[in-house]
Antibody, heavy 118, light 111 residues
Framework: QVQLVQSGAEVKKPGASVKVSCKASGYTFTSYYMHWVRQAPGQGLEWMGIINPSGGSTSYAQKLQGRVTMTRDTSTSTVYMELSSLRSEDTAVYYC???????????WGRGTLVTVSS | QSVLTQPPSVSAAPGQKVTISCSGS????????VSWYQQLPGTAPKLLIYDNNKRPSGIPDRFSGSKSGTSATLGITGLQTGDEADYYCGTWDSSLSAFVVFGGGTKLTVL
């Protein structure tokens, strides 16, 4: 069925990097954009960036520029989000979600908890 | 501080109606479609309303959406205890800081 399956929870130390994966299935991978959205404990949704799986082009939230990198592997229909120089404020659940051009995020992964702690 | 403004909480009794507002600007709501997402406790957000007022397959017609100018509203009628959740509005934005913006979320309590 149509779904996004994310990698498992991670625990990282401050200053380290984390790479989260999101594997798409049940639809044409290159026909939809993929977003990453995070949610800190007890907080709202924060958009992190978008990748076009077709050509690999990306755009990132200004706040995360320089620390976030989104990539994709079309052979496995998987997108990746890597966040570097982790700090405690990066502790959150990270979601991938797909959309068409300038439309709603209509399919979400279950989320990946990333905990940053010394 | 979220780009879109929502009330932190709303409440109503079972069977009643509730509305949740979402206020933005011309760079986001004013020139783009609005979506609404429902997040049940401990789960991922789920699309509830898209293109201002359309419901995805499987979403009951108790849920409705509207937009006027730079504001949008989610309406829920015939409230059920299972509707207790956080609700987020979202849309695209033409500013340089982010392509997609969300409201801060509204916690719905069904008394």
């Amino acid at each position: 069925q149509v779904q996004l399956v994310q990698s498992g929870a991670e625990v990282k130390k401050p200053g380290a990097s984390v790479k989260v994966s999101c594997k798409a299935s049940g639809y044409t991978f290159t026909s939809y954009y993929m977003h990453w959205v995070r949610q800190a404990p007890g907080q709202g949704l924060e958009w992190m960036g978008i990748i076009n799986p077709s050509g690999g082009s990306t755009s990132y939230a200004q706040k995360l520029q320089g620390r976030v990198t989104m990539t994709r592997d079309t052979s496995t229909s998987t997108v990746y989000m890597e966040l570097s120089s982790l700090r405690s404020e990066d502790t959150a659940v990270y979601y991938c979600a797909r959309s068409s051009v300038r439309t709603s995020l209509d399919l979400w992964g279950r989320g990946t908890l990333v905990t940053v702690s010394s | 501080q979220s780009v879109l403004t929502q009330p932190p909480s709303v409440s109503a009794a079972p069977g009643q109606k509730v509305t949740i507002s979402c206020s933005g600007s011309s760079s986001n709501i004013g020139n783009n479609y609005v979506s609404w997402y429902q997040q049940l406790p401990g789960t991922a957000p789920k699309l509830l309303i898209y293109d201002n007022n359309k419901r995805p397959s499987g979403i009951p017609d108790r849920f409705s959406g509207s937009k006027s100018g730079t504001s949008a509203t989610l309406g829920i009628t015939g409230l059920q205890t299972g509707d207790e959740a956080d609700y987020y509005c979202g849309t695209w934005d033409s500013s340089l800081s982010a392509f997609v913006v969300f409201g801060g979320g509204t916690k719905l309590t069904v008394l």
